[in-house]
């Protein structure tokens, strides 16, 4: 058995359908990462797993526990980094970790070195003393990460937890979550960050109106797609575009010191033979020859993460 | 258990947090002591601010004259100060330098040597009829005194006919030897000539007067209770801050994540409130009786559950509106809007006695009002009656589960 299950999860707001069937597992030691634009109920799913909300329908277990069976158990195996930092500002770094502690039933000495080795995990061992509201951004957002670490939880939630931080404290929250998973504990990563979620995650799933649109290994979800030649070249759309229908996009027109350019597109799908691109590329360059326009430059650009993002969920803003 | 851990941290963030302190405690007192000092019942003021001042003006200059002036400098409410003329007084009056004028006119001896041992006992058919006109005596009260100018007048011809009484009855001989054997046998100690006369009748008013201390007290004993219950229930806001900025910080979320149930929460939360609700008002009363010289009744182990009641009660409002509220704007409009609205319905602001029969029923929706009546019957009644006391004690309670309940209901997101 998995250590998160997630099936079949629903919620509406009204009419508004938030989350609409979403079914996904976490192993231990695994770190899945949950994409999402704005408003495709990454949150919702997010504070359902964490029991901040109920669901309409569908089940939520970790470690065997559910919300409605065990919610306490759960909660003492769970650990939530909250997307917005969730400490006490006028209390010192030690005595936010203590709080959260003693609330999980952690006492006494057990407590005292759990305190220092978190401290020691998130660096802030020389701030303990500190209080809060005198740290950086980057220096919350490691205590917000510590305070949910304290109990030593078996599956943690990370909501966006790198919002905001400067880069060596970012580098040193994503290796805490190496250290995490490395140790067994399972993770979900939401990020908008996808260089994060592509370094971080075993596994991703990509979520849009509450849907689950894919989900799978990096290798997995990039294998299917493609990698696109661009040939950036000197000449007219009209002239260019009627006679390479079949085989390239061309993009506008461009103007750039005072000559038209176009772009030509290739789209090149992963699993084609070299031969296949060969023959069409050789093909296309020939009708560029005869209709007299220039190349200028070529390039291949690999479909990532984010192009993936971009081509499921689209590129309209969302709010 | 993990509730005391939450009310740990919120004591702990509340004694950080001074400026919290001070509005709780700080500011009730200087409350208190503001209207102590507008009242002239601070300290060492209140010898001097209590005083009624009268100017005399004596055209009599004579013995008896000046016994009328004797009496009433014996009245330690009133402060005399004596002018040449009537003119001169009046001005005096005019400018609120003294708040009676007392002019005794140079008929005044004539006047008495007139009178009859009738006229004394006879006071509505003699020519004591007009009192103080017929004596050629006027008084005169400032905008201090105007709706009790009546009353002025009735204990100056009181104190002005204790001089005169004796001079008249000793014009009937056989009278004054009657008088005078009564009063051996009565009280055959007492040394002197002078008879016993009719009871003085400014006896009452010159114990009133002379009881500084009792006076003294009138003032704190309703306004240190009254003030004390007002600013008890400015918790309110503080407590829904609490429960903003906890949402606000994000720290509601973790405190759910938490094994701790809502109860839990909602008793954590609570309790620290409560604390220093009891401390604030255990240090009012305290600042009231030293400071003060404000009496705490013949019972004052009745005021424990007094105050163990009314905070709970604005407590259990406080957790209502935290329940209510979310922002820390709708805390500022609505919660201060509530508490004042209750204080002044309910006599915090004004004694309930001065209220109008209506007002004194209306605050009887407010826990205030209960508060304030237990207070009265503790420390302004010589045998506080336990009946009111409990009823007023059940009445808090029965609030606070109102409201516990309705902020019980609003928080069920907790789950």
Sequence with gaps: MSLLEVVDLRKSYGSHVAVDGLSFSVEAGEVFGLLGPNGAGKSTTMMMLAGLRSADSGSVTIGGYSF????????????????DLAIYPDLTARENLKFFGRLHGIRGAELHNRIDRVLEQIGLTQNADSYGHTFSGGMKRRLNFGVALLHEPRFVILDEPTVGVDPQSRSHLLDCVRGLCSEGVGLIYASHYMEEVEALCDRVAIIDKGKLLTSGTLDQLLSDSRADLHLRVRGRRARIGPRLVGLADVEPETVVDGQTEVQVVMHRDRRDSSFAINDRLSLVLEILKQAGAEILSMETKEFNLERLFLELTGRRLRD | MNALEITRKDLLLLFRDRRTLSVLVALPLAFI????????????????????????????????????????????????????????????????????????????????????????????????????????????????????????????????????????????????????????????????????????????????????????????????????????????????????????????????????????????????????????????????????????????????????????????????????????????????????????????????NWQPELMQQLGLVTPHSWALIAYDQILNRPEPEMAVVVKCCVILLAFALGFFSIGWWRSRELE
């Design chain 2, 33 to 352: 002591a503001i209207i102590g000092s507008s009242t002239g019942q601070l300290f060492s003021q209140a010898g001097a601010a209590r005083k009624i001042k009268v100017g005399v003006v004596n055209a009599q200059q004579g013995e008896l004259s000046d016994r009328i002036v004797q009496e009433l400098e014996g009245i330690s409410a009133l402060e005399l100060s004596n002018f040449e003329d009537r003119p001169a007084a009046r001005t005096a009056l005019a400018e609120d330098k003294i708040h009676v004028l007392l002019y005794i006119g140079p008929s005044y001896v004539a006047r008495v040597d007139a009178l009859e041992v009738f006229d004394l006992f006879h006071l509505q058919q003699g020519r004591l009829k007009h009192k103080l006109e017929y004596l050629d005596i006027a008084v005169e009260s400032g905008s201090f005194l105007a709706n009790a100018s009546e009353l002025v007048r009735e204990v100056v011809f009181a104190k002005t006919y204790q001089t005169f009484a004796d001079t008249v009855i000793k014009k009937d001989k056989g009278l004054a030897l009657h008088i005078k054997r009564a009063s051996d046998k009565s009280a055959p100690e007492s040394e002197g000539e002078s008879p016993e006369f009719p009871p003085d009748p400014t006896q009452s008013l010159s114990e009133l007067s002379s009881g500084a201390k009792n006076f003294n007290s009138i003032v704190y004993q309703t306004v240190v209770p009254g003030y004390t219950v007002m600013f008890v229930f400015f918790i309110v806001t503080f407590m829904a801050r609490s429960f903003i900025g906890e949402r606000d910080l994000g720290t509601l979320n973790r405190l759910q994540l938490a094994p701790v149930s809502r109860p839990g929460i909602l008793i954590g939360k609570t309790i620290p409130f409560l604390i220093i609700s009891l401390v604030q008002t255990a240090l009012l009363f305290l600042a009231g009786r030293v400071l003060f010289g404000m009496e705490w009744g013949a019972q004052p182990l009745l005021i424990l559950p007094v105050m163990l009641c009314t905070s709970i009660a604005a407590t259990s409002l406080g957790l209502m509106v935290a329940s209510l509220v979310r922002t820390e704007a709708q805390v500022s409009a609505y919660g201060n809007f509530l508490v004042l609205t209750m204080a002044g319905i309910s006599g915090c602001m004004m004694p309930r």
């Design chain 1, 68 to 83: 409605d069976c065990g919610r306490d158990e759960l909660k003492r195996i769970l650990g939530v980094v909250p997307q």
